[in-house]
């Protein structure tokens, strides 16, 4: 198998991908799909080309005709990993001084509907608008109804992503300890997540002590402790493209008898949750099994965020798992489980797990324990 074709998945998959969207597409009355690079050109022709300047863009036509790729000729390079080649789809490559958004006008009827990927930047959006007289709407509402739901291909890539990041979090003893600052340990977890078969670390978080306790710090100079309680978030894509994200919370020593207590409600919170998970519930539902229990504690507004979002070729993408969100879960839907706690200026603690839903509950990607892990 070439490099090239690693780097995706089968020609057939994105056939029936492409088919699918012309099927989503006329249901929702619109006639063409426009796409430039991003998550949702990976998802349909598994191009992972790059946004520039001069315009690249998948168009599909709901009417029959075969989508095809606008694309500079400088950048036809950038098609030779993708399925294009093996679905026969017709190139038209345009060199400085074309219009390319006429190019995309010309491959379609006059007034078509036209909706564009939601990654497609102001620079190509607004040309397009004027050469259709018209502001395109957004593509999301037939694009997430194709990549919320995962393949058997996608699944077994987020199994491979989850594994890897495993491997990574069974290590940590290697990095995590005294002495050391946050930075240092990052640097050393960015490495592990390459050399255990990711294809880059897409975020490493080391929240040390009071830094634990928020959710989104990255890292900083500070020196760890003994007794700190440390939440170390983790991931990075796999080829071809899916994420993994995987958080466990440490402790230097021996946590104290509160510390120890106040973790097990989170663990037996989010133990619950990915409990709930099977189809025909809703999205909400699974935010109220983790934050009910922890309500019910006494640590509800130490929850901050909400339980998990959806993963794939983005971190973060639908669905998500949320309060209000009534979406009901069907099966290859994935998705993070994370429940947090956390005391400002004291210390914070997380549980993350990928999941995804199966016929009569959900698999994990991530297996390693779930408890507060001593060092």
């Not at 928020?214 to 991931?235: A, L, M, N, T």
């Not at 440490?250 to 097990?264: I, K, M, N, T």
């Not at 983790?290 to 998990?308: C, I, K, V």
Request: charged share 20%; proline share 6%; glycine share 10%.
């Amino acid at each position: 198998m070439s490099s090239h074709t690693e780097s995706r998945f089968a020609a057939d998959v994105y056939g029936n991908r492409l088919e699918r969207a012309v099927e989503l597409m006329r249901a929702a009355h619109l006639d063409a799909l426009l796409i430039t690079p991003g998550p949702d050109l990976r998802y349909l022709i598994g191009s992972a080309a790059e946004s520039f300047e001069r315009l690249t863009c998948l168009v599909i036509p709901a009417d029959g005709a075969a989508p095809s790729v606008v694309i500079p000729k400088l950048e036809l390079a950038s098609l030779e990993g993708s399925a294009a080649g093996d679905l026969g789809l017709p190139v038209f490559d345009w060199v400085d001084g074309t219009d390319p958004y006429q190019l995309v006008k010309s491959a379609l009827h006059v007034g078509s509907r036209v909706a564009v990927t939601d990654a497609m930047p102001a620079l190509h959006l607004l040309p397009l608008a004027e050469s259709f007289s018209g502001l395109p709407v957004s593509a999301t509402p037939v694009l997430r109804e194709l990549r919320m739901v995962k393949d058997a291909a996608e699944i077994d890539a987020l199994r491979r992503a989850g594994a890897a990041i495993d491997r990574v979090h069974a290590r940590m003893g290697e990095w995590l300890r005294a002495g050391r600052t946050e930075a240092e340990v990052r640097a050393d977890i960015a490495a592990a997540i390459v050399e255990e078969g990711h294809t880059a670390a897409a975020f490493v978080i080391v929240g040390s002590g009071p830094h634990g306790a928020d959710p989104h710090h990255e890292v900083s100079q500070r020196v760890i402790e003994q007794g700190d309680v440390v939440v170390i978030d983790i991931g990075g894509p796999v080829e071809p493209g899916y994420y993994s994200d995987s958080t466990r919370t440490y402790v230097l020593g021996e946590p104290s008898s509160e510390v120890a207590a106040q973790f097990a409600e989170l663990e037996q919170a989010q133990a619950l949750a990915v409990a709930a998970v099977r189809p025909g519930v809703t999205a909400e539902s699974i935010d109220a099994a983790a934050r009910n229990p922890l309500t019910a504690a006494g640590f509800g507004s130490a929850f901050l965020h909400r339980t998990g979002h959806g993963i794939g070729l983005s971190v973060h993408e639908e669905p998500y798992i949320v309060a209000g969100n009534d979406l009901i879960l069907q099966p290859g839907m994935a998705f993070s489980i994370e429940p947090g706690i956390y005391f400002r200026d004291e210390w914070g603690a997380r549980i993350e797990d990928i999941v995804v839903v199966t016929q009569d509950g959900c698999e994990s990607m991530n297996n390693r324990p779930h408890g507060l892990t001593v060092l």
